[in-house]
């Protein structure tokens, strides 16, 4: 059964880059599906950041695609997320999931607080 | 980007009712969506996707319905721990969206 665990400083800093990194275990990145990133912020809904292939290939949310950058590592069976220029509207819990062909999470990571302090 | 439209923010319910959850589209999806439930501090749990296809262990009581531009989730009867937020996501075009999520609540 596949498994999702972030990992990543819960506190950064405004104008400096959050970094998460979510390890899989139970499944093999290479072997196929999507791997995304998602956020919620306190007390609202789910945001999609964008998603990456076991190939390098990515997609990523309009709206916060000049600050992100997602990458793999399949020796390690890892994905990440970077997220540049952080400002307080970025403190959310960030989720890492399994991504169906079609679009859907079908497993998720446990989440993990990132708190933007001033 | 398809703004996705959920219906009662709340819902207030006792064990054994009935419930409905409807989800809109601000444009159609087709069949693409997906329900998800949610409890405090916990991720997201798949239920159903492609409007209506319930995940392997997922208790029959779900069910989703629903084209286009608007779906449903119905729990038959309700049981304790059905008490969560339910959240629906448009995989049809990218960005995917999210609802806002209704919180189903014990009367």
């Known amino acids: 059964q596949v498994q999702l665990q972030e990992s990543g400083p819960g506190l950064v800093k405004a104008s400096e880059t959050l970094s998460l990194t979510c390890t899989v275990s139970?499944?093999?990145?290479?072997?196929?599906?999507?791997w995304g990133w998602i956020r919620q912020p306190p007390g609202k809904g789910l945001e999609w950041i964008g998603n990456i292939y076991y190939s390098g290939s990515t997609y990523y949310n309009p709206s916060l695609k000049s600050r992100v950058i997602i990458s793999v590592d399949t020796s390690k069976n890892q994905f990440s997320l970077k997220l540049s220029s952080v400002t307080a509207a970025d403190t959310a819990v960030y989720y890492c999931?399994?991504?169906?062909?079609?679009?859907?999470?079908?497993?998720w990571g446990q989440g993990t607080l990132v708190t933007v302090s001033s | 980007d398809i703004q996705m439209t959920q219906s009662p923010s709340t819902l207030s319910a006792s064990v054994g009712d009935r419930v409905t959850i409807t989800c809109r589209a601000s444009q159609t999806v087709s069949r693409w969506l997906a329900w998800y439930q949610q409890k405090p501090g916990k991720a997201p749990k798949l239920l159903i996707s492609?409007?209506?296809i319930l995940e392997s262990g997922v208790p029959s009581r779900f069910s989703g319905s629903g084209s286009g531009t608007e779906f449903t989730l119905t729990i038959s009867s309700l049981q304790p721990d059905d008490f969560a937020t339910y959240s629906c996501q448009q995989y049809n075009s990218f960005p995917y969206t999210f609802g806002q999520g209704t919180k189903l609540e014990i009367k």
């Open positions: 139970g499944y093999t990145i290479s072997s196929g599906y999507y």
């Open positions: 492609e409007a209506s």
């Open positions: 999931a399994r991504v169906h062909s079609s679009g859907y999470c079908d497993s």
